[in-house]
C-alpha cells in the first residue's frame, strides 16, 4: 500500500490508513494481480464490462414505471418466453459493453438463440462469456427483485466455437450476479472465495460490503415452488416431507420468491435449501446448465455450500447444447448432503425394485 506523502510542516500529517472505500473495479484488479498476474488486466476489464452494463441495467430497473419501459415487447425470445422490455434493453447492454472487449471470443445469452461470434483470433478472443441478462424479468411489473447472473470460462486453445462454448462448470474462471432488489448488490467469485459490493448511487460505484461471503451450514428455509409438487419425482417429495417432519431435527419455514437471484442471495446469505426438480412442465427441469445453474453453483461452493442435479455436482455435467436446462438443488451442505442421501436410497431402492 503506497504511503500518502506527508504535507507541507503548516498542517498535520496525513497517516496512511486503509481506503474508505473498495470499489468493485478495485478489487477485481487486486484479485487479478494476487492471484492471476499473468492475466495482464484483461480479466478485469472484462469484469469492469459487466459491472458497467448493470448499472446502465439497473438505472432502467430503478425508474421502469416512471418510463414506457414497463410490460412486454412484443417479441418471444429462443426459449419461447415474452420478452419484457426491460429484458431487450439489459441483453443489448450486456452484448455491447463485454462486445467492445477484444479478449471476448464468444457470448451466450439467454436471449439469444444462437452463441455471439466476433471472429477475434484465439490469441486475443481469450474469453466466453454465458449471461442471462434479466433473470426473473416476469416479476419486473410487481416489483420483485430481478437479477442478471453471468459466467465467464477461458476459450481452450485453438477451440472452435462449439466446443469452447461446451465445457463443463468446473472450467469456470468467474462468475458472478447482481440482485436488483432494495439495494443493488453485486455479488462474485474467481474461484478464491465469494464477494459482495452494494451499489453507493450516491457515487454511482460497486462498493465492497460483504468480505468473503459464506454460506451457513445449515438453514432454517426450503425454496421451492410447492404448487408443482405433486409432479416432482418421489425423491424430491419424500426429502421436503422429511425436512418438515424434522429430518433434520430442525424447523423450516417455506420461502419462494420466483426469481432465482433473489432465492439464491437468501440461501447464500441466511442457509437453506433451493429445489427446482423435474416436473411435468419442465422433465428436466426449467432452469438453464450454462448461465444459471453453473455461475450459482460455482458461487455456492465457493461460499461452503453445494450444488447438485442429483446425480453429480452442477459443475461437473458436460454440457451438449448451449441452452439446455438442468434440476438444480442448492443450499447448505447439510440439506444438500440430506438431499443426496435420499438420493442414493431411492436410485438403490429403484434399482432393486427393478431387478426383482
Ligand atoms: P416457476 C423466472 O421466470 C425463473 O426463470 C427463475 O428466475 C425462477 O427461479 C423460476 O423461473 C421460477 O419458475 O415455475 O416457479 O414460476
Known amino acids: 500500500m503506497a504511503t500518502i506523502p506527508h504535507p507541507p510542516s503548516t498542517g498535520p500529517a ?3 490508513r486503509r481506503p474508505l472505500i473498495v470499489t468493485a473495479e478495485q478489487h477485481i484488479l487486486q484479485q487479478q494481480q494476487k492471484h492471476f498476474p499473468e492475466a495482464g488486466g484483461t480479466f478485469s476489464e472484462l469484469l469492469a464490462s459487466i459491472a458497467l452494463a448493470t448499472k446502465m441495467i439497473q438505472a432502467k430497473v430503478r ?3 416512471l418510463l414506457d419501459i414497463l410490460g412486454s415487447a412484443g417479441e418471444r425470445n429462443v426459449q419461447g418466453e415474452v420478452q419484457q422490455k426491460l429484458d431487450v434493453y439489459a441483453n443489448q447492454a450486456l452484448l455491447e459493453c463485454l462486445g467492445q472487449r477484444d479478449t471476448v471470443a464468444v457470448l451466450v445469452s439467454e436471449e439469444n438463440e444462437e452463441p455471439v461470434t466476433f471472429g477475434r483470433a484465439p490469441e486475443t478472443g481469450k474469453y466466453v462469456i454465458f449471461f442471462d441478462p434479466l433473470d426473473g424479468s416476469s416479476n419486473i411489473d410487481v416489483n420483485v427483485s430481478v437479477g442478471t447472473i453471468f459466467s465467464v470460462f477461458r476459450r481452450p486453445p485453438g477451440s472452435e466455437v462449439n466446443s469452447a462454448v461446451l465445457q463443463p462448470g468446473s472450467k469456470q474462471v468467474a462468475a458472478g450476479y447482481v440482485v436488483y432488489g432494495s439495494s443493488t448488490m453485486l455479488v462474485y467469485t474467481t474461484g478464491q472465495g ?3 459490493f452494494t451499489l453507493d448511487p450516491g457515487i454511482g460505484a460497486y462498493v465492497l460490503s460483504h468480505e468473503n461471503l459464506r ?14 409438487s405433486d409432479s416432482f419425482p418421489d425423491v424430491y417429495q419424500n426429502f421436503l416431507t422429511g425436512l418438515r417432519t424434522g429430518a433434520l431435527r430442525r424447523e423450516y419455514s417455506s420461502r419462494y420468491v420466483g426469481s432465482l437471484v433473489a432465492d439464491f442471495h437468501r440461501t447464500l446469505l441466511k442457509g437453506g435449501v433451493f429445489l427446482y426438480p423435474p416436473t411435468k412442465g419442465y422433465p428436466s427441469g426449467k432452469l438453464r446448465l450454462l448461465y444459471e445453474a453453473n455461475p450459482l453453483a460455482f458461487i455456492a461452493e465457493q461460499a461452503g455450500g453445494s450444488a447438485t442435479d442429483g446425480e453429480r ?12 436446462r438442468t434440476p438444480l438443488v442448492f443450499g447448505s451442505s447439510a440439506e444438500v448432503e440430506e438431499f443426496q442421501r435420499c438420493y442414493k436410497h431411492d436410485s438403490k431402492t429403484a434399482r432393486t425394485s ?3
Not at 454460506?215 to 410447492?226: F, I, L, W
Not at 455436482?313 to 439446455?324: A, D, L, S, T, Y
Open 14 to 16: 496525513l497517516q496512511t
Open 63 to 65: 425508474s421502469a414505471g
Open 194 to 196: 465469494v464477494f459482495g
Open 215 to 228: 454460506m451457513p451450514d445449515h438453514g432454517s428455509t426450503y425454496s421451492v415452488n410447492e404448487a408443482q
Open 313 to 324: 455436482r452442477i459443475v461437473e455435467i458436460q454440457p451438449h447444447e448451449i441452452h439446455q
Open 354 to 356: 427393478t431387478s426383482a
